[in-house]
């Protein structure tokens, strides 16, 4: 067999591994965009008389906010007015000053009257140093940490050790959360005693109007950046997480959004500082204790509460941060790698986990393999070029149904945007974004995955605009 | 939930075996007949189903749009409506026909419009509401049998669902301290005991209720923890209690004990608080010294461990007399 033959003999097998491989990927997102349709359309909305009743029930646990804060001076004051005025019948808010350089905690000082106090950590996780805790003098529960800079999962660590509440909510100090997200994200705990965590849905804030920390009007962004995470978004949340958390296989919890037991977490070790993913890896080892000690649980993703969030305007920033979710999950899948198609860890271990490392960690190598096979296929006349434009055209087809599917999706169990307008925007950003957005986010990712394995740590700076309209 | 959860897979598998069964018809009756390599006519298939979804996907969510927002208008119309007829049944007229007519239009409306008119009136107003539902036949807890029905879904159900029927049974909380919450409090059930307590922490009411004492003997800790949660607003529970729960072997229900202490202004227990600042669990601790901080002599008392410097009860010590000193005793 001479040497040409086995080259056209691999080149062949992997053309038939990524059909394969795309046939597969497709597959499970329809099916997962199916099922979170499914699980959303039997969850009915917290009728309001139920919603008063509970507002003003003195059962409901106490949920302490952490809000870890690095250099966010332009967004800090809305962000925590927003939070105090969070509809919860019993919430404290702690904000953890990550060592800022910029005037982050004066501006706190200044704006809600802070005092040195005594209060002590009870938690026990070890944190860098802290400085000073700061609670107010007007009557809010307010609490500031002022400590030296370790990260965003030391600074919820030190925020978890100081807490007292039994459930902790943890959210990044500059998302903007709905008046009743945090009565419904806690409901899960008061639905069943075993649920040690659930995740709320994160929207893109981008285009939307602000006053006062909260969001009065939503639109959607008028750039084609947000426009394309807006999809993203809602393809994540609403098709994988929901049929995820379906199935109790729930892996990530975004760090922006978050409630958990405050024992279970402590249990758990807190939030791994040497990992850029720290959300994830949280989630997944707390799925590993309790699977591990055969302990019920459960780990709920509620797609009611929103928060809102500013995602990036520019493709640099856009890059910095998908480099880093990418370094994140493969970090997470390298820690656990003893779960991977484990059968000890039901679910978890032999689909969430192994769909993880196929699809989000493998899948952008495996993607970009396939095109760089079908452009040299091409040149070198192996591949039928009609067949090759027709594939293309399947996938980018597919690609737009599956985001098509996500807005579709949102219309039928949210309808967040009430203009017809934003829907339009919606549709036609799912079309386009299938033309070099998401082979751009491919590439981005391929990187990523090359950082991670060499070691590259660190978050990389997010440039904030701030949210417009503050009074 | 299994029949739940049965649905949401059958439906999973519904929609993707009519998606791969529309495929492959279109691919038989269309592409097949005309396209001589199989992977082709099948692509041209997928192609084809995929943008008649998307058509229609686009096309339907439009025309559904459009219906929703004429129905919100509709309801929206209807609302003003109930809300009139019920304002002026509170003061004294006869709107039962009126609000026949609106229940044919819509029940969920009126349902939800007379559980928010019960929520905020009080006295003559709220019974006239409250009677005219009876009459519509939206029954209202007033009747015995139904009563009974809700304290019993409270104890069974779930926490998110006790806190709302708390909240409904409140107004009758005398009829049901003399009878469903005892019987409830010497029952062998843990859960029917911690939905009993749980309603006299969240009504607030001071109820002389009988067989409280047993459930903070209660084997089950989360009992015990509810029962002392409870104690301050039973004024028949004997104060002594506290003092023995605060040597409770389970960490959570000495925290508890110690609130209670706090709340009760048990000044006789300031000793056994003082020792409670040294609890190996911080919760207790922190606890302790807010209910010092409370209790008639507790100021002076923690002003002294904070003067010996031992850590860390006199760390623990002087929070609370921060707190006490800026009058932000609430945060506790």
């Not at chain 2, 959860?5 to 005309?34: C, E, H, K, M, N």
């Not at chain 2, 006239?128 to 029905?149: E, N, S, T």
């Not at chain 2, 209790?295 to 929070?319: C, I, K």
Request: charged residues 20%; hydrophobic residues 50%.
């Amino acid at each position: 067999v001479s040497g040409y033959e086995v080259f056209l003999r691999c080149c062949s097998f992997a053309e038939t591994f990524i059909i394969v491989y795309v046939a597969a990927i497709n597959t499970i997102y329809l099916v997962l965009v199916v099922m979170g349709f499914f699980a959303l359309e039997r969850r009915e909305p917290m009728p309001r008389r139920e919603r008063d009743a509970l507002l003003k029930s003195p059962l409901l646990p106490a949920v302490a906010i952490l809000a870890p804060a690095y250099n966010e001076a332009l967004t800090c004051r809305d962000s925590v007015r927003a939070m105090l005025g969070l509809r919860y019948p019993n919430h404290e808010v702690i904000v953890i000053n990550d060592g800022s350089t910029d005037d982050t905690l004066q501006i706190l000082i200044d704006s809600f009257r802070l005092y040195r106090s005594g209060r002590l950590p009870s938690g026990s996780l070890p944190t860098k140093p802290i400085r000073a805790v700061y609670e107010s003098r007007d009557p809010i529960r307010l609490l500031v940490i002022d400590k030296e800079n370790g990260g965003k999962a030391d600074s919820l660590n030190a925020g978890i050790n100081v807490a007292r509440a039994p459930l902790v909510c943890a959210i990044d100090s500059d998302s903007l959360m709905e008046e009743d997200a945090l009565l419904h994200v806690v409901e899960p705990f008061l639905e069943d005693e075993s649920t040690v965590a659930t995740g709320g849905i994160i929207r893109v804030a981008n285009g939307c109007r602000v006053e006062g920390g909260r969001v009065v009007e939503i639109r959607a962004p008028s750039h084609l950046l947000p426009i394309f995470q807006v999809i993203e978004y809602l393809r994540a949340f609403l098709g994988g997480r929901v049929a995820f958390s379906f199935l109790n296989s729930l892996l990530i919890i975004s760090g922006a959004f978050g409630v958990f037991r405050r024992q279970a977490v402590l249990e758990a070790g807190g939030w791994l500082t040497s990992t850029v993913g720290e959300d994830m890896e949280l989630v997944v080892r707390l799925h590993r204790i309790f699977r591990k000690a055969a302990r019920p649980y459960q780990i709920v993703f509620v797609a009611e509460p929103v928060c809102w969030t500013e995602v990036p305007e520019t493709f640099r920033v856009l890059k910095r941060q998908r480099n880093r979710w990418q370094r994140g999950t493969l970090d997470t899948l390298m820690i656990h790698r003893g779960m991977l198609f484990n059968p000890r860890y039901g679910v978890v271990g032999l689909f969430a986990l192994p769909y993880f490392f196929l699809f989000e960690m493998l899948g952008p190598l495996i993607e970009l393999t396939g095109y760089v096979i079908t452009i040299v296929g091409l040149i070198l006349g192996m591949i039928d070029p009609h067949l090759a434009i027709l594939f293309f055209t399947v996938s980018m087809l597919f690609g737009v149904l599956l985001s098509m599917s996500a807005v579709v999706l949102e219309e039928l169990t949210q309808r967040r945007y009430p203009a017809p307008r934003d829907l339009i925007r919606l549709f036609l950003g799912s079309v386009v974004e299938n033309l070099g957005f998401r082979q751009l986010l491919m590439i981005w990712r391929v990187q990523g995955i090359i950082d991670g394995l060499r070691g590259k740590q660190g978050w990389g700076a997010m440039e904030r605009r701030g949210f417009g309209g503050t009074p | 939930v299994k029949s739940v959860r049965g649905r949401v897979w059958l439906g999973t598998a519904a929609v993707v075996l009519i998606y791969v069964g529309a495929i492959d018809l279109v691919d038989a009756a269309v592409f097949s007949p005309r396209v001589d390599l199989r992977a082709q006519s099948l692509a041209l298939a997928f192609a084809f189903v995929q943008v008649v979804t998307i058509v229609l996907f686009v096309g339907g969510l439009f025309v559904r749009k459009w219906i929703t927002s004429r129905r919100e208008e509709q309801s929206k119309r209807i609302q003003r409506e109930i809300q009139d007829a019920l304002a002026l049944q509170a003061i004294g007229n006869d709107e039962s026909s009126r609000l026949r007519s609106l229940l044919i239009r819509s029940r969920r409306d009126v349902e939800a419009g007379v559980a928010s008119a019960l929520a905020t009136l009080l006295g003559d107003a709220r019974a006239r509401v409250r009677d005219v539902a009876g009459a519509l036949g939206l029954g209202q807890a007033d009747d015995p049998q139904r009563l009974d029905a809700m304290f019993a879904a409270a104890a069974a159900g779930n926490l998110r669902r006790r806190a709302m029927l708390v909240e409904e049974l409140e107004p009758h909380a005398v009829s049901l301290a003399s009878d469903q919450i005892p019987r409830a409090l010497a029952s062998t059930d843990s859960s029917s005991v911690i939905a009993a307590l749980d309603m006299l922490r969240a009504w607030k009411r001071m109820l002389t209720v009988p067989n409280v004492e047993l459930a903070l003997r209660h084997y089950d800790a989360a009992v015990r923890v509810r029962a002392l949660q409870a104690w301050p607003y039973v004024p028949n529970a004997p104060p002594s209690a506290v003092g023995e729960a605060l040597h409770d072997p389970n960490a959570a229900v000495r925290a508890a004990a110690a609130v209670a202490a706090g709340k009760l202004r048990l000044v006789e227990l300031s000793g056994a608080l003082v020792e409670a600042l040294s609890d190996p669990t911080p919760e207790v601790a922190s606890a302790a010294s807010f209910a010092l901080a409370v209790v008639p002599d507790g100021l002076a008392r923690l002003q002294q461990v904070v003067s010996s410097g031992n850590r860390p009860a006199a760390g623990v010590a002087f929070e609370a007399l921060e707190k006490a000193t800026l009058g932000r005793m609430e945060l506790m």
